[in-house]
């Protein structure tokens, strides 16, 4: 076999890349799986996950090792507006009985090794640098750069961009952009030791958001969010005092906690971009994560879309035809539309405490909805679940 071709090459191995590579590795395609930062790095992200994140996890059996490298269960969600509290419990369902809120330096971990132990080749400090492509223009390959500056050529049927919100392989194939969001939040985060962590807490007051995430390591992860030009200026001199002010705005009746929590390292920031949806494949080419579809991170959603759509492609992929990836741009899009007009509206900070309910209320719905989908698509990937025309999974 030459060991520079493929069934599949993707471009990205975090939330996206990494679980898309297992689950067709699984599923017994010659998978490879590059990544141009190293293995284990954190990313510019927080990290709580919803349901629909929490339920593929655990059906591809890969909860236990959240849970085992001691990642806090996250038993409720209380939103604060303004003063108002509103605690809901996560109803145990589907094998979900809490969230989980794990470092990206342990999800991502967790799940390139998934991949790997599933067969997939997985390869950091590689950038893909070019696309091959047929004669009649069909993509068929990457060109690929390795850390000793050597250049090479890999052939695939299918090439996979995950490789983020910025996608060179989105570019390079020119997927259209098929919405685009009017509103961004910017946002600073960091892990602090002392605040309260019992579940996530969502706070909302005119203008200020923030979020507190239980994490790894006894540390809660907080967010503070706002409008673009208000953290330009909010953010010039000392971005942790910000943070902390923001916090105190956002969560005041935190504010005892916060004055003596310690903030520990540094914090991150995001100064805001638009979110797309972006066309999802096409002849030798998917897109799958933020390279396809990203929206502003307000509404904590990302991750949980990621491990979404890399189902949603696996399957299509293993489906091996033109419909079956049609198919899979139709599903993606019809469930993100919803969850991207919300969050777009929530990011806007256009709201009063009453409509931000009813835009959570419709989040709540458009969330319910994703995980019946997921759920309707039965577990396992392999026949009966899905007949599979893939000549490489039918070998
Ligand atoms: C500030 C912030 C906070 C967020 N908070 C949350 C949250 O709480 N919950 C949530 O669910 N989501 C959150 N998100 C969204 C979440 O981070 C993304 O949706 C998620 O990371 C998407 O994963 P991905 O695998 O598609 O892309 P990424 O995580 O961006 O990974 C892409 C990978 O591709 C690689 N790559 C890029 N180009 C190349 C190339 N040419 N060659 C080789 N490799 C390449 C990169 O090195 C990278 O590792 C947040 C996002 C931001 C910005």
Redesign the pocket.
Known sequence: MDPRRFDVVI???????AATGMLLARAGLRVLV????RYGTD????????RT?VLQLHRWGLLEGLRAAGTPPVRKTTFHYGDEVLSIPIKPRDGVDALY?PR?TLL?TILVDAARDAGAEVRHG????GLLRLPAGRVCGVLIRDRSGGCREVRADLVIG????????SRMVGAQTTLEARHTSA?V?GYWEGLPAEGYHWHYRYGVSSGM?PTNDGLTCA?TAVRPHRFAQEVQDDMRAAHRRLLLEAAPEFSSAISTARLIGGC?S?AGRLGFLRRAQGPGWAL????GY?KD?LT???????LRDAELLARATLGGSDRAMARYEDARDALSRPLFEVTDAIASFDWDLASIRTRHRELSRAMTHEAQALLALGPGLSPPDIVSEHPASAA
């Open positions: 471009v990205g191995a975090r939330c996206a890349g590059v990544d141009r930062s990313a510019l992200s927080t990290h709580a996950l919803m994140a809120a990206r991502d590689v950038r893909v640098e995950a490789d983020g919100c910025e996608s060179g392989v946002l985060y995430i967010f991150r995001f799958v994560g933020d390279a990203f991170p904590a959603h990302g991750i949980s879309d990621a």
